[in-house]
Nanobody
């Protein structure tokens, strides 16, 4: 599965961005789609997940209430809407998918085999 992530950019504190993740040749509904991020000098961390069955979503505590993950089945795209951005949200954001990940492992990068190339989000103070 090839994933195309886009939408990153430079934004001021308090601003908003929407990231997109789209697979080539596959239907997203088969996969749990998850956003991770990796800030400067930090390990890759879980941000949000859209579960493959139903419409359950999960968020890291650090983004809960500010970020929203959604899936458009017509466009076959998963979005991450990021509001009230903070300098600590600065990172390269990656989308990843898995057909088999279980809920207890969803926050672990090791549970995902397919990754997008990353899109940089920079939040200026």
């Amino acid at each position: 599965v090839q994933l195309q992530a886009s939408g990153g950019g430079l934004v001021q504190t308090g601003g908003s961005l929407t990231l997109s993740c789209a697979p080539s040749g596959r239907t997203f509904s088969r996969y749990t789609t998850t956003w991770f991020r990796q800030g400067p000098g930090k390990e890759r961390e879980f941000v949000a997940a859209y579960w493959r069955s139903g419409s359950n979503t999960y968020y890291a505590d650090s983004v809960k209430g500010r970020f929203t993950i959604s899936r458009d089945n017509v466009k076959n795209t998963v979005f991450l809407r990021m509001n009230s951005l903070r300098p600590e949200d600065t990172a390269v954001y990656y989308c990843a998918v898995s057909e088999r990940v279980i809920l207890s492992a969803a926050a672990s990068p090791d549970a995902y085999h397919y990754w997008g190339q990353g899109t940089l989000v920079t939040v200026s103070s």
